[in-house]
């Protein structure tokens, strides 16, 4: 079982830069891959970034290739997102989950957090 909290949300400018983190508990974080997904209103949750449990192979969205970064530390029970170069259309609730390999597909993830909710103005 892992549990994830997402922090780090709020309020920016277009171009600027939020970081999240979600911190997970329970013994198997680091046997996780682990996956960043969002949901703007309307529209359905989207993959976003993903990391296996070695931070060996990491995917990402064409929509944030080269503006996001997703890491880990294992050490810590904890995954971030960099997200810089924001854009409007980055607005969504931001949700970490967890999966036993890394994969694109929502439904495949295992563990969800609550969300944490990121708002680009322009």
């Known amino acids: 079982q892992v549990q994830l909290v997402e922090s780090g949300g709020g309020l920016v400018q277009a171009g600027g830069s939020l970081r999240l983190s979600c911190a997970a508990s329970?013994?198997?974080?680091?046997?996780?891959?682990m996956g960043w997904f969002r949901q703007a209103p309307g529209k359905e949750r989207e993959f976003v970034a993903t990391?296996?449990?070695?931070?060996?192979?990491?995917y990402y969205a064409d929509s944030v290739k080269g503006r996001f970064t997703i890491s880990r530390d294992n050490a810590k029970n904890t995954v971030y997102l960099q997200m810089n170069s924001l854009k409007p259309e980055d607005t969504a609730v931001y949700y970490c989950?967890?999966?036993?390999?890394?994969?694109?597909?929502?439904?495949?993830?295992?563990?969800w957090g609550q969300g944490t909710q990121v708002t680009v103005s322009s």
């Open positions: 989950a967890a999966s036993w390999y890394v994969t694109t597909r929502r439904s495949e993830y295992d563990y």
């Open positions: 990391i296996s449990w070695s931070g060996g192979s990491i």
């Open positions: 329970g013994r198997t974080f680091s046997s996780h891959a």
